[in-house]
């Protein structure tokens, strides 16, 4: 059974930043495709970033640019760095390992 724990959200302003992780446990860390998504009150949760196996990374155009997401096989964690924040990134990001959720971590960001 794999198990992911995300943490590193929280309240903070516009244009602040914060860094999300998500450590792994119960698997073969270095051989899953990794992503973070993200779901507002209201809305679908949606794509924010995701990182192969092998490090290649793709971004919702929304946080490209802002957002950078990168991978430690060596401590099964993955994470999300999040700058220049904005009150649309507010919601509640998941981290994700193909069929496995993590139980979400919020994020507000305030005007």
């Known amino acids: 059974q794999v198990h992911l724990v995300e943490s590193g959200g929280g309240l903070v302003q516009a244009g602040g930043s914060l860094r999300l992780s998500c450590a792994v446990s119960?698997?073969?860390?270095?051989?899953?495709?990794m992503g973070w998504y993200r779901q507002a009150p209201g809305k679908q949760r949606e794509l924010v970033a995701g990182?192969?196996?092998?490090?290649?990374?793709n971004y919702a155009d929304s946080v490209k640019g802002r957002f950078t997401i990168s991978r430690d096989n060596a401590k099964n964690t993955v994470y999300l760095r999040m700058n220049s924040l904005k009150p649309e990134d507010t919601a509640v990001y998941y981290c994700?390992?193909?069929?496995?959720w993590g139980q979400g971590t919020q994020v507000t960001v305030s005007s």
């Open positions: 994700n390992a193909e069929l496995y």
């Open positions: 119960g698997g073969i860390f270095s051989i899953h495709a």
């Open positions: 990182i192969t196996s092998g490090g290649i990374t």
